[in-house]
């Protein structure tokens, strides 16, 4: 199947500090990428739908401020945890969607596991 | 809301023992349905799927059929090895492209 990557796979940062991950589409082009946030024993949770070349779509109770998403090309969208706190301390993944024609699928990236201090 | 409900684990099994992990779904119209598995260290790989009522998606010797009576997508294999411990997701999606709705996951624990 296709390959998406994460990068960092694992962070820890200071509080107050500024944190980006990136989530590479390998070997295909997604128009859309997905960034989700998953706790300790709990689902993954839809933080926001990344499009391609426009703004990202938050889910409600998403802070599009602190949680800056940007999809520059169609194998790259970044997520910046601004001013992050310990309370941001989760893992995030993300997933890239792959629309070929009569076979859509998400494939997604390992994860990034966020510690802040 | 749509939402996924799986059994809670962890589930500790012996090898070559028979495994069943529970799915039901709320979800509006006809949702497609999905397995992931998440082993050690990697990300979520789709393990199978079905896209409308009565379908059975199978992989691996792991298989599943969407019941919409039940609105239910019950993960089974026959024969469970140890290779096969991971975190199982169920999750669903109301349209093609869109994000996917998971379940919380399950741990599954295989000892030789």
């Known amino acids: 199947g296709a390959v998406v990557s994460q990068h960092p796979s694992r962070v820890i940062c200071k509080s107050g500090t500024s944190v980006k991950i990136e989530c590479r589409s390998l070997d295909f082009q997604a128009t859309t990428m997905f960034w989700y946030r998953q706790f300790p024993k709990q689902s993954l949770m839809l933080m926001a739908t990344s499009n391609e070349g426009s703004k990202a779509t938050y889910e409600q109770g998403v802070e599009k401020d602190k949680f800056l998403i940007n999809h520059a090309s169609l194998t790259l969208s970044t997520l910046t945890v601004t001013s992050a706190h310990p309370e941001d301390s989760s893992f995030y993944i993300c997933?890239?969607?792959?629309?070929?024609?009569?076979?859509?699928?998400?494939?997604f990236g390992p994860g990034t596991r966020l510690t802040v201090l | 809301g749509d939402s996924v409900t799986q059994m809670e684990g962890p589930v500790t099994l012996s090898e070559e023992a028979f495994l069943t992990i529970n799915c039901t779904y709320t979800?509006?119209?006809?949702?497609?349905l999905f397995w992931y598995v998440q082993y050690p260290g990697e990300g979520l790989q789709l393990l199978l799927k079905?896209?409308?009522?009565?379908d059975k998606g199978s992989n691996k010797g792991f298989e599943a059929t969407y019941r919409k009576e039940t609105t239910s997508f019950h993960l089974e294999k026959g024969s469970v090895q140890v290779s096969d411990s991971a975190v199982y997701f169920c999750?669903?999606?109301?349209?093609?492209?869109?994000?996917?709705?998971f379940g919380k996951g399950t741990t599954l624990s295989v000892s030789s």
């Open positions: 979800a509006t119209g006809y949702p497609s």
């Open positions: 079905a896209t409308k009522a009565d």
């Open positions: 997933s890239a969607h792959s629309g070929t024609e009569g076979r859509s699928e998400q494939f």
């Open positions: 999750a669903l999606s109301n349209q093609a492209g869109t994000a996917l709705i």
